[in-house]
């Protein structure tokens, strides 16, 4: 995922939804409760050899890059902590609660390699990751239960028109004006939605199995596309509608973490 780009907060978020997309990650109660090793099922393992260096304010608009999958080794160049925490527990932005008022500014390289040269996968890097953080940050974290303002995604009255999914390919995609999905389920096409509404979005439509999804419409905000907003095109391509809704979302506490880690 070596591609670069200079604009930190766009390139981020495009960097961690691609991931989500990739792997079809489901969000996991899973971070380091207080006092306590980081919950998982890989929570004792650790990257063979690995260095967090922070990077100095100076040279903060250096270019970032993110490195791929498949390989024994992972580096990420000029990211933020909050960033770091996010891809460390797959949670988006709006479930993050932090009082360090330097969560989002201060900037890590950051390099490590498997021990026996394994290949990493996100479910891999996981782990690993917040264990480093909590080593050389002393990250210390807790999932809890919040109501937030949401939307409850269900079918309109004229039902829904759905394309089942072709498994000889699948295939996932995301633009900024369409969303292009191959042999997903519901609760996938949800967590995708969740990200272009910016509020949580729970499944209501009980259709069970996966689907193709095409849905093509107008970014918040644009002025000069031919699609409708995002509510709209649901209810015309799809047959479905997000109702604005209170749901209840886990969001990760920080309790504590250092803005500089320890040596390496």
Do not use: C
């Not at 390699?113 to 394994?118: E, L």
Request: proline content about 6%; charged content about 20%.
């Amino acid at each position: 995922m070596d591609t670069r780009q200079p604009h930190h907060k766009h390139y981020v978020n495009r960097v961690l939804s691609a991931i989500i997309l990739t792997f079809a990650i489901v969000p996991q109660a899973s971070a380091q409760l207080a006092g306590t090793p980081a919950a998982s099922n890989q929570a004792q393992s650790s990257f063979e050899v690995a260095s967090i260096t922070p990077i100095d304010p100076s040279h903060q608009d250096k270019l970032q890059s993110l490195s791929s999958f498949g390989t024994p080794y992972f580096t990420a160049e000029n990211f933020s902590l909050a960033d770091l925490i996010k891809l460390a527990y797959d949670i988006d932005e709006q479930y993050l609660i932090s009082h360090n008022k330097e969560i989002d500014s201060i900037r890590f390289d950051v390099k490590a390699k498997t021990a026996g040269d394994v290949p990493l996968t996100y479910d891999l890097l996981r782990p690993l990751l917040q264990k480093l953080l909590a080593d050389r940050l002393h990250l210390i974290a807790h999932f809890e239960d919040k109501e937030v303002s949401g939307y409850a995604l269900t079918v309109t009255p004229k039902g829904p028109t759905l394309k089942s999914a072709e498994k000889d390919s699948p295939k996932r995609y995301t633009f900024a004006d369409s969303i292009q999905l191959q042999d997903v389920s519901m609760a996938f096409f949800t967590r995708i939605l969740s990200r272009i509404v910016q509020r949580p979005v729970e499944d209501q439509t009980s259709i069970p199995g996966s689907y193709d999804f095409i849905v093509k419409y107008a970014p918040e905000g644009s002025t000069d596309s031919q699609f409708p907003d995002i509510f709209t095109s649901l209810k015309e391509q799809l047959g479905l509608q997000l109702t604005s809704k209170k749901v209840t979302v886990k969001v990760l506490v920080i309790d504590h973490v250092d803005n500089q880690p320890t040596e390496n």
